[in-house]
């Protein structure tokens, strides 16, 4: 049984930083794309970054593109999402999420979802 949990979260000032991690366990990690995804109250939930098993190819949302920076470690089964320069906007649940492949990361294509970190960005 996959398990995927978050940690990270919390209250930043607009313009600070937050680094999320998502630990994985139950299958092999480095097999699956990771993507981050998130959910505003009141809104849908959206795409914000993914990256490709090996880690050789990342993916962000326009939103959050050279602000936020995805990454892992295969062999920590962990996997990371460095965010900077926050805006009261990026206010959400931040969910990890892997995929059922090694490269596809749309919300479709996730096998298994941890339960979420609140991020909230104060004005």
């Known amino acids: 049984q996959v398990q995927l949990v978050e940690s990270g979260g919390g209250l930043v000032q607009a313009g600070g930083s937050l680094r999320l991690s998502c630990a994985a366990s139950g299958r092999t990690f480095s097999s699956y794309a990771m993507g981050w995804f998130r959910q505003a109250p009141g809104k849908e939930r959206e795409f914000v970054a993914a990256?490709?098993?090996?880690?050789?190819?990342?993916y962000y949302s326009n939103s959050v593109k050279g602000r936020f920076t995805i990454s892992r470690n295969n062999a920590k089964n962990m996997v990371y999402l460095q965010m900077s320069s926050l805006k009261p906007e990026d206010t959400a649940v931040y969910y990890c999420?892997?995929?059922?492949?090694?490269?596809?990361?749309?919300?479709?294509?996730?096998?298994?979802w941890g339960k979420g970190t609140l991020v909230t960005i104060s004005s």
């Open positions: 990256l490709s098993g090996s880690g050789g190819r990342t």
């Open positions: 999420a892997q995929s059922k492949y090694s490269a596809y990361y749309r919300s479709s294509d996730m096998a298994y």
